[in-house]
């Protein structure tokens, strides 16, 4: 008996979606169908089998190299330029299934090794300093985005912004000709995710696809009111990337609130680049991403990247 | 009441724990929002070892592989020691006259565990999971020990035996409730599962188990799900009475009595946030920790 052709036909794709400036529309496509096939995403290269490039940007390449360098076999590489074909991700479920085209490769260790030096921490004691940067493959973190951080510990002592393949500002155009409540549900999604509520995240990401396809968003008002009503969510997010003005004036919570009650916060990429490093400066790692989710800045591909 | 099985009990047990671990897993796919439906849910504990088996080792530059590999072995073989004192029915694979401690000792090696498995790989994202382990151990232990103290105070003794002897009257649960919850509590937070999995988190890329693939995964996810295994069997014992019970024979009342404790555990980790230990450390503190002390207090005055 073939035991490894069996364990193969057996495995479960695990999509680990990475999503390029520009790609949203390729992205929301992705997830959808990962979603109604029931597979479960991978957060880390460790864990999937099947790497999904949502969208194209020359740039990312090298760090895409990096990302499949470090996947373990069976591994499949999946592009989806912009529209997604079914056929791609059924093409792609029998190449991660088929021994012989899983049979060859074999991994070397890449080459992962941060920077690191000492500097005082926040007590002034001498500690490890790591230079560890954020992005842009990371799971639920905004497409084209990279915050270099230096670690101390979890906790972020300071942080700088590069727009990766010098995108602008503007946003995808995916969503100027969305309904408004379909972005907003996309970052309620993605923050909920972070925040480690995945059951009501799907929740938020099937209300956004049927809004997408302009069908009656039933429930709407059951997930609004059921997230709103969490007192371990308001305990948990409560004083999190506090503002004290500007668009995005309030903490994580108030922002996800606006984004639920369709309030706000207006989306304003160029507000939150310019102010992120002062607001991660000092803040845990998990707060960190949980302040970039409630900004949720959304990067146009620059013309000539 | 309580009697130690042949040695062959020491094989059984084992294969028990993993039946649950799946059945655990079966059950957390099966309330996934996504609905893959009972059959799939059923099939997801076995498809997802067939998917562990035949995936590649993952290797990290200058990783301690010793240490890093040899973390899911520690907490496979500690969780499964832990239960080693947890009655079945009648039945127990050891009736250690000091159980209580045994239990707790075993429990412990789970800080070792993660902390390894996170600081193995060489890996920025692992490490912080490891981190955020060890705060996570120093906010459910000291809780956690307290209410192991009222119970084994109710009884007088800290054989698992005597205090399962020490129930049949009353179930401990319904006058130590303070202890049974933030027993509860404490078993999600040491195998660090639903709400309390910020060591794994998302927002880490899977923290302490992020650069973990094929086998090594596989003995720690199993470490992990058998570790909650664990901890809910002895709730049994120590809080719902061991074995007691109208008609069925006492094994199967603690078979049952285990998935309703495990069933609701599973169940409760999808309706809650990932608490994070920033948090959380307040309240085991100023709340958990006065709250068991109070309740140990109360216990001890009641059976003095």
């Keep these: 008996m073939d035991v490894t052709g069996w364990l193969l036909r057996h495995t479960p794709p695990r999509p680990m979606v990475v999503t390029a400036p520009g790609g949203t529309s390729a992205r929301v496509a992705v997830e959808r169908a990962v979603l109604a096939r029931g597979w479960r995403p991978a957060l880390n290269p460790a864990r999937t089998n099947l790497l999904v490039v949502a969208g194209h940007a020359p740039w990312l390449e090298p760090y895409l190299r990096r990302v499949w360098d470090s996947i373990p076999a069976p591994r499949v590489r999946v592009d989806v330029p912009e529209a997604l074909d079914e056929r791609l991700l059924d093409d792609a479920l029998a190449a991660l299934r088929d021994p012989v085209r899983q049979r060859t490769h074999h991994t070397e260790p890449v080459e992962d090794v941060f920077m690191a030096d000492r500097a005082p921490d926040r007590d002034g004691l001498t500690l490890d300093e790591l230079h560890v940067p954020l992005g842009p493959v990371l799971a639920y973190w905004p497409a084209g985005l990279i915050v270099h951080t230096r670690l101390q510990g979890d906790v972020v002592t300071a942080a700088t912004v590069e727009v990766a393949g010098a995108g602008t500002a503007t946003g995808d155009a995916f969503w100027s000709g969305a309904d408004p409540v379909a972005r907003r549900l996309d970052a309620c999604g993605r923050l909920l995710a972070l925040a480690g509520w995945t059951d009501q995240a799907v929740v938020a990401q099937r209300l956004r696809d049927a809004v997408l396809d302009g069908r009656p968003a039933d429930g709407l008002a059951r997930f609004t009111a059921r997230v709103r009503r969490s007192r371990t969510l308001r305990w948990l997010l409560a004083g999190v990337g506090h503002v004290t003005d500007g668009p995005f004036a309030g903490d994580a919570l108030t922002r996800l609130y606006g984004w639920l009650d369709g309030t706000g916060p207006p989306p304003d990429t160029r507000w939150a680049l310019d102010h992120l490093p002062e607001l991660l400066a000092g803040t845990e790692l998990a707060n960190a991403r949980l302040v970039v989710a409630s900004l949720d800045p959304d990067l146009e591909p620059s013309h000539h990247g | ?304």
Aim: hydrophobic share 60%.
């Design chain 2, 1 to 304: 009441m309580v009697e130690q099985t042949p040695w062959w009990g020491a094989l059984v047990l084992p294969a028990v724990l993993v039946a649950f671990a799946a059945a655990a897993v079966a059950l957390d796919r099966g309330l996934d929002p996504a609905r893959i439906g009972f059959g799939a849910a059923v099939a997801a504990p076995g498809r997802a070892v067939a998917g562990l088996l035949v995936q590649q080792r993952r290797r990290t530059l200058a990783a301690d592989g010793l240490l890093w590999r040899g973390a899911g072995v520690v907490l496979v073989v500690a969780a499964v020691l832990a239960s080693m004192v947890t009655p079945l029915g009648r039945w127990v694979v050891s009736d250690l006259s000091v159980g209580v401690v045994w239990f707790n000792a075993m429990e412990i090696m789970a800080w070792a565990a993660v902390w390894l498995a996170g600081w193995g790989p060489n890996s920025a994202f692992a490490l912080v999971g490891g981190y955020r382990f060890v705060a996570q151990g120093l906010a459910y232990e000291l809780p956690h020990m307290f209410v192991l103290t009222t119970a084994a105070l109710g009884a007088g003794s800290l054989r698992i035996g005597d205090i399962v002897a020490a129930q049949q009257g009353l179930w401990f649960a319904v006058w130590m409730p303070v202890a049974f919850v933030v027993y509860l509590v404490s078993v999600l937070g040491m195998a660090f599962a639903r709400p309390f999995d910020h060591p794994a988190g998302a927002d880490l890329a899977g923290g302490a188990l992020a650069e973990l693939s094929g086998v090594d995964r596989l003995v720690l996810s199993a470490g992990r799900w058998v570790l909650l295994v664990s901890g809910a069997a002895m709730a049994v014992p120590l809080f719902l009475g061991g074995g007691a019970g109208p008609l069925l024979p006492d094994w199967l009342w603690s078979l049952v009595k285990t998935a309703v404790v495990l069933g609701a555990l599973v169940w409760a980790g999808h309706r809650l946030p990932t608490v994070r230990m920033e948090r959380y450390a307040e309240i085991a503190w100023m709340v958990l920790v006065p709250a068991t002390l109070l309740q140990a207090l109360i216990v001890s005055l009641v059976v003095l």
